[in-house]
């Protein structure tokens, strides 16, 4: 018996006859079998030629070939002929899904489940990007059995595609969706004001409202007799913030941190200028 192997899915090469039938007179007419286990055949529609091209194949199949004399001299059958066909190279599993901050270093990439199939004999690994998690791109020299994706400044997908030793594939391993999110903005708070001397100026409010990361924020208030130096307002912990009353100018600012850990952001500063007492 005379086998090859090919990968699931794949067309096999040419079948055909290496040497020829002898006897009678010469004259001879052909007709092919298949058959699943090599012992059931079935007569291939249309293989009538002494070679033959099977088509793609997902199973191991077998193939026979019987010379019939043209004089009416008998036949023989020719050996048989196995394709192997491996079973196809499963996907591989990987794992870590992950919230970034922009810039942020993102977990290294494992293999969790191992592709098996296409003949094994050892795999070769192709690791992949994509901003959509359709259209892929291979990623440079990126070809171990783990990926690092360093620091990441936008949204990506990784995968890894998977390559038989005998060439089968490649299988594609589910994806993972590494989430950067925006940088964080503080936002702006509201307009300068002039106030009496000892009286008590409008609430600091958010004239435009802080943004990015996961939108989670804390707020902490500060003022300042000069702009310079600044002091944490004790209590001061809310989004809007209301001073009391006032005997000199005075500065004030907000700093808005990420609960998530991405840093804070200060916003611009708010100036109260106190008029001197009447």
Known sequence: MLFRSICNGSIPSLIETVVSPSGGDGTYTY???ESLDGSSWSLVSGGTLDDYQPGVLTDTMYYQLDYISGSGCGSGLSNVSEVVVFPSVTS?????????CY????????????????????????????????????????????FAPGSLV????????????????????????????????????????????????AEFDFTTLASGVDGDYTYQ???????????????ATTAPYQAGSL?????YRSIVSSVFGCGSDTTNVITVDVYEDF
Do not use: F, H, K
């Open 31 to 33: 007709q092919w079998y």
């Open 92 to 100: 591989a599993q990987i794992s870590g899904d992950q919230d970034l």
């Open 103 to 146: 810039g942020g270093v993102a977990d290294t990439i494992n293999i969790d489940v191992y592709s098996t199939g296409g003949g094994e004999v050892g795999y070769t690994y192709q690791w992949q990007w994509s901003s959509d998690g359709i259209s892929w791109i291979d990623l440079t020299g990126s070809t171990s059995t783990y």
């Open 154 to 201: 936008s949204s990506v997908y990784y995968r890894v595609a998977v390559v038989s030793g005998y060439g089968c594939g490649p299988s594609y391993s589910n994806s993972v969706y590494m989430n950067v999110y925006d940088v964080l903005n503080s936002g702006v708070v509201g307009l300068d004001q002039t106030i009496c001397y000892n009286t008590v100026p």
């Open 221 to 235: 208030w500060e003022e300042s007799i000069d702009g310079l130096v600044w002091t944490t307002i004790t209590g």
């Open 247 to 251: 005997t000199d100018t005075m500065y």
